[in-house]
C-alpha cells in the first residue's frame, strides 16, 4: 500500500483526513473521523492497560498543554527544541534542511549544524526547488508554538512541544501525595505541539500530534527489575554503527552493557507489538542512536521502528530513553525547588527511563501493516480489541419482524460493545464495508432467527472476518461471545516486577 491508498482509504471509511478539508486543508494537522476516533481510543487503552494499569506504582496524569515560559526555559526546549531551515532569497519560502536534503538523496545526521548544512548546499549546488533561487545561509529555528497570555497579552507561552515535561512537572507532589516508593510511574496520553516546517507523510510529520508517554523514576542504584520472564526472549536491535541483529535479552546486558531496567523495557515493548498487537517479528526493531545523532541529555536512546511500506521503510513510531536526572536536575535549578526526594533514609535524586509512543503514527502503522486485499476483497485484519466495531448487525431480509429481533440485539449488546448496524446495499457489499473499517465479526438475521418451525429459532449467523467461517449461534450466547473474542487482559502478557 503506497501513502496515497492509505490517505484515500482513510478518508473513504471515516479514519482521518487533513482539518479544515472544506478551506483546502490545514497541513500537519488532522481530523479523526468516527471510525478513527475509536480505534485511536482503543489502541490507547490497550497501551495503557499494558504498560500502566499492570504496575501497582504506575499511574495516569493528564497535564495543561499550555505552559508559561520558565519551565520551558529550564527543560532546554526555548534553547534547543530546534530544526535547521534555509530559505530561497528570492521567493522567500523556506524547508526544513534535513528534508530539503534527504530529498535530494543527501543523508543528514540529526545533529547537524547551521555551518555542515550550508556546506551540503554550497558543496552540492542546491538550489530552491520552487524557482531555483539561491538559498540563504541556514539557521536554527524553535519548533514550539507561542501564545500570549492575559487580558493585554503580555505573558508569554507556549502550546507544550511533549507530554513529557508533564511529567517532570508534577513528579514532586505526586511523589509526596503517593506512598512515597520508588521506582514510580507517571504516565501522560495527550496532545503536543511543533511548528513542523515541512509537514509531510499523513501522520508521520504533525504539528498537533497526540502522545502516549510513561516516565518511570527510579534510583540507579537500586532498581533491578527481575529479567527471568524475559531472559531467553531475542529483540531485533541495530546497536549504534553496527547491522541489525537478533539479541538476547541476556546478551544485551552481558555482552553490550545495556542496563538491566533498560533491557527489561526493551523486551516488554517488545512483547506489546509482537505479541499484543500481532506486528511480525521481521517488521519491528530498536534503532540505538549514538554521537550527534542522541539526544544530549541521554544516556542511552533507542528509537522503535517499524517497517511501514507505504513510509518507504523503516520508521521511528516510539523511543526508549534513559534521561539520567537531567530532568529534574533542571527543574530544580529552574524552579529553585529541590526536586530530591527521601526514600526510607535515603535522600535521592530519581532519574528516569522515558517510553514514549507516537499514538497517530502508530494508527497509521496498523492500517499499513494489516491492510490485505485478498482477490477483490480487501481486509484490515487488526487485533479485534483494537477494532473501532467489536461486530455489526445486518437484517438479512426487509421484514418488519426481522427489523424488530435487530433492534433488540443491538439493544441487548450497545451497553457492552461498539456495534455497528447496516441496512443498505446486498450482503456482500455489508461485508466488504466492515473488513476495511476492521470489524471482526458480522451477526445477521435472517428468517430461521425468527420462525419458530425452524430448529434455528432464538439463532443468527456470526461471520468471521479473517476467515470468513460462518457458525450459528444462539442470541444469548452473543455477550459471551464477543466478550471472549474482542477483549483484552494485559495481565495474560505481563506480570509487574
Given at each position: ?176 501525595i503517593l506512598r512515597k516508593t520508588l521506582p514510580m510511574g507517571l504516565a501522560v496520553i495527550g496532545r503536543a505541539y511543533r511548528n513542523e516546517i515541512s509537514p509531510r507523510q499523513g501522520l508521520y510529520r504533525m504539528r498537533e500530534l497526540t502522545q502516549a508517554e510513561l516516565q518511570i523514576f527510579f534510583d540507579p542504584e537500586s532498581w533491578e527489575p527481575n529479567l527471568s520472564e524475559f531472559g531467553k526472549r531475542s529483540v531485533n ?261
Open positions: 500500500m503506497n501513502i496515497d491508498d492509505l490517505l484515500a482509504l482513510a478518508k473513504r471509511r471515516g479514519f482521518f483526513w487533513q482539518a479544515a478539508e472544506i478551506y483546502g486543508g490545514i497541513s500537519g494537522i488532522y481530523d479523526y473521523g468516527h471510525v478513527g476516533a475509536l480505534m485511536k481510543r482503543r489502541w490507547e487503552s490497550a497501551w495503557l492497560s499494558f504498560f500502566v494499569d499492570t504496575h501497582p506504582d504506575y499511574y495516569l496524569i493528564e497535564g495543561s498543554t499550555v505552559l508559561s515560559e520558565k519551565p520551558l526555559v529550564a527543560s532546554g526546549h526555548a534553547e534547543r527544541f530546534n530544526d535547521i531551515i534555509v530559505g530561497c532569497s528570492k521567493c522567500h519560502t523556506f524547508y526544513r534542511a534535513d528534508v530539503l536534503l534527504h530529498d535530494l538523496g543527501i543523508d543528514v545526521s540529526e545533529g547537524a549544524t547551521p555551518q555542515e548544512i550550508d556546506d551540503m548546499v554550497k558543496k552540492n549546488n542546491i538550489k530552491c526547488p520552487k524557482d531555483k533561487g539561491p538559498l540563504q545561509p541556514s539557521k536554527a529555528f524553535n519548533m514550539m508554538l507561542d501564545l500570549h497570555l492575559g487580558p493585554e497579552r503580555t505573558d508569554r507561552g507556549y502550546l507544550r512541544p511533549e507530554t513529557a515535561q508533564s511529567a517532570y512537572l508534577n513528579f514532586f507532589r505526586e511523589f509526596n536491535v541495530v546497536l549504534y554503527e553496527k547491522k541489525q541483529d537478533r539479541i538476547s535479552i541476556k546478551d544485551l546486558v552481558e555482552k553490550h552493557n545495556i542496563p538491566k531496567f533498560y533491557a527489561y523495557h526493551m523486551a516488554l515493548i517488545d512483547v506489546f507489538y509482537r505479541d499484543v498487537i500481532g506486528i511480525p517479528e521481521e517488521k519491528i526493531r530498536f534503532f540505538e542512536k549514538g554521537g550527534n545523532e542522541k539526544a544530549f541529555y541521554n544516556k542511552v536512546h533507542m528509537d522503535i521502528e517499524a517497517d511501514i511500506e507505504s513510509w518507504g521503510g523503516f520508521k521511528e513510531v516510539g523511543g526508549l530513553h534513559y534521561r539520567g536526572d537531567y530532568d529534574l536536575t533542571s527543574h530544580s535549578k529552574g524552579s529553585g525547588q529541590d526536586m530530591s526526594v527521601l526514600v526510607g533514609e535515603k535522600k535521592v535524586l530519581p532519574n528516569v527511563l522515558e517510553l514514549s509512543f507516537g499514538v497517530d503514527r502508530n494508527i497509521w502503522m496498523l492500517i499499513d501493516v494489516f491492510f490485505k486485499k485478498e482477490g477483490e476483497r480487501t481486509v484490515l485484519s487488526i487485533p479485534n480489541f483494537i477494532a473501532p466495531y467489536q461486530a455489526a448487525i445486518f437484517p438479512l431480509q426487509k421484514d418488519d419482524t426481522i427489523y424488530n429481533m435487530v433492534d433488540s440485539i443491538y439493544k441487548r449488546l450497545r451497553p457492552y460493545f461498539k456495534i455497528g448496524l447496516d441496512e443498505s446495499g446486498s450482503i456482500g457489499r455489508r461485508y466488504a464495508r466492515m473488513d476495511e473499517i476492521g470489524t471482526p465479526f458480522c451477526i445477521t438475521v435472517d428468517y430461521d432467527s425468527i420462525s419458530r418451525e425452524s430448529d434455528k429459532f432464538d439463532t443468527v449467523t456470526v461471520r468471521s472476518r479473517d476467515d470468513k467461517k460462518q457458525v450459528r449461534l444462539k442470541i444469548d450466547e452473543l455477550d459471551s461471545f464477543l466478550k471472549k473474542n474482542t477483549a483484552f487482559n494485559a495481565h495474560d502478557y505481563v506480570k509487574f516486577y
